[in-house]
Nanobody, 112 residues
């Protein structure tokens, strides 16, 4: 059974930082496409960052230079380091594997 467990969301002031983590179990192969999406109230879910099975990490233009996604293959974990947060970064952040399996989401709220 595939499971994605996210952690690290919360409330932060604009300009602050948060680090999200997602631990995956039940997936083979272990090295596969993984990503983070987010959904703000009243808006569609959008890509934040994605690591392909092999290749360069892709970032949304709105987060380039502020967010960094990384993967620890041994721990089957991906993290999203979010710096210089803005109020428009507020939303529910979802971890995904191959855009097929999804976590439950973690709330990120950035106050102005």
């Amino acid at each position: 059974q595939v499971q994605l467990v996210e952690s690290g969301g919360g409330l932060v002031q604009a300009g602050g930082s948060l680090r999200l983590s997602c631990t995956v179990s039940g997936i083979t192969p272990r090295i596969t496409a993984m990503g983070w999406f987010r959904q703000a109230p009243g808006k569609e879910r959008e890509l934040v960052a994605e690591i392909p099975r092999d290749g360069i990490t892709n970032y949304a233009d709105s987060v380039k230079g502020r967010f960094t996604m990384s993967r620890d293959v041994a721990k089957n974990t991906v993290t999203l380091q979010m710096n210089s947060l803005k109020p428009e970064d507020t939303g529910v952040y979802y971890c995904t594997v191959r855009r097929t399996f999804w976590g439950q989401g973690t709330q990120v709220t950035v106050s102005s």
